[in-house]
Structure formats: C-alpha cells, structure tokens
C-alpha cells in the first residue's frame, strides 16, 4: 500500500515535470526560436506551444524596440577639434532567427557598431558643421548603422545625437565671440538709428525750409498782382483824365500866343467858350 502512494506520487511528480518541459508560453512581445536536437525548426509566435522535452527547446527573442545608450567619446573633428559626443540609438529586431544565429550580443553589437559610424562621420566634418546640422549627422549613422544590422535581422528605428560638447577653452573662446558680435550688433543698430534720426531731422528742416520759400514766394507774387494791379488802375485813370486835359492845354497855349503883346483880334465865341471853360476847371 504503501509503495503503491509512492509510485504514485513520483508519476504526478514526473508528470509535473513533463508539463513542464512540454508546455511553452510565448508572450506576446515575443518570439520563440525552436530548436530540435540543436538545430533550428521554427519560430514560434505569441501564444502556448508544445513541444518534445529533452529533444525541442525554445529561445525566446524580445521583439520590442529599445533604446541604446552609447557611451559619451572623444572625437576628433577635421579641423583638429577634440568634441565629446553622446548620441543614443533606437533599435528593434524584426527577425528572432538571424538575431540568434548571426551576432552573439545584438545590443553590444548596435551600440560598438553606432560609436564607431559616428566617428567616422564626425572626423570628416568641422567643428562648425557639426554644431551647426545634427541632423545630417543622424541620418548618416541611421543609415550606415541599417546597412550593416540588417542582416542580424535588426532594425535601426532613429539615431539622435544627445550632446556635442567642445573642449571648454574653445566654448569660451565661442562665447566671448559671441558676446563681441552682439555687441557690434547693438552698435551696428544705434548708429542706424542715429543715421536715420539725424535723416529725417533734416528732412524736416528741409521741408520746413522749401514751405517758408512757398510762402514768401506767394506773399511776393501776391504784392506784385496787387501791386499791377494798382499801377494798371492808375494807368487807366492817368489816360482817362490826361487826354481831355491834353487837349485844353494845346487850347490855352493857342489863346495865350494869339492875345500876347496886346493884340487886338476878334476871337471867334468857340474860343472864349474854350477859355471859360479852362478858366472854370482850373478854379475847380
């Protein structure tokens, strides 16, 4: 009886163990890379499998993307610049068979490889290009890094470079030239101010130079019309009355030569007309 509870407790024991070597669980962020007797035979999607305990296993790949840290290096630049450069690399494996059989290590592979691409970008670029277009940096070591994790069945999602750090002397060698040029910027701008200031000032005085002329030009042309004017009145007025006057003068002139030394003439009643009319004017 006693031997029969024993046999049957080691054959649940062994069934256990069998469930446990038999059953597989593939998450669903996962793959599971079957073997039989050491070799490939299939990859297995999410879900549970069974399998041949002693004879199949299953390794199981993470199929997530993850972000690769590179360590912070010293680079140097084409124009003789020491730069410590960090970037960091997004990855994800598409492919859990060539991940397992084709590099040993895929993170330290990605994150040696992506060092390595970034130094040679950088040591054909100036200091100033590099500060000045990441960007282009990015794209170069995305695609390089791509070329060669493809066929570990690894995909390289994006590359940013996290800091580009130049030596200090240079950084305060570039903020003291900085400051220099806002300097001559703000001097550059109050001389223009000052220029366009002393501009329009003057521009005023000229304008208010060219509207006194204006003015003075039209008083004077205004006295002058006035001025005609009158003279053209008194003009008109001077022949009105002078040639009436013109013509009593010739009269007296020719009674005075005909009555001079006492002569006696008879003087026709027109004449002595024209006398007492001149004589009348002249009292007037």
Known sequence: MNGLFVVSLLLIFLGFIIIFFTLVKVSPFEKGVKERLSKYHSTLQAGWHIIIPFIESVKKVDMRERVINT??????????????????????????????????????????????????????????????????????????????????????????????????????????????????????????????????????????????????????ERIAQARAKEIEYEASAAIAYFKDNAILKEQLRVAQNSLKDNSKFVIDSDIVNTIKGALSKIKI
Do not use: H
């Open 71 to 220: 360590p912070a290096q010293n680079m140097i630049t084409s124009d003789n610049a020491a730069v410590l450069v960090d970037s960091v690399i997004f990855t994800q494996i598409y492919d859990a068979k060539s991940s397992t059989y084709e590099i040993q290590d895929p993170i330290l592979a990605v994150s040696s490889l992506g060092v390595t691409t970034l130094r040679g970008i950088i040591g054909t670029m100036t200091l100033d290009d590099i500060l000045g277009d990441r960007q282009k940096i990015n794209t170069y070591v995305q695609t390089n890094l791509a070329k060669e994790t493809d066929k570990w069945g690894i995909r390289i999602n994006k590359v940013e470079i996290q800091k580009i750090d130049p030596p200090k002397d240079l950084v305060d060698a570039m903020s003291k030239q900085k400051i220099a040029e806002q300097e001559k910027r703000a001097y550059v701008l109050t001389a223009e101010g000052k220029k366009q200031s002393y501009i329009i000032e003057a521009q005023g005085y000229k304008e208010k130079q060219i509207l006194e002329a204006q003015g003075q030009a039209e008083a004077i």
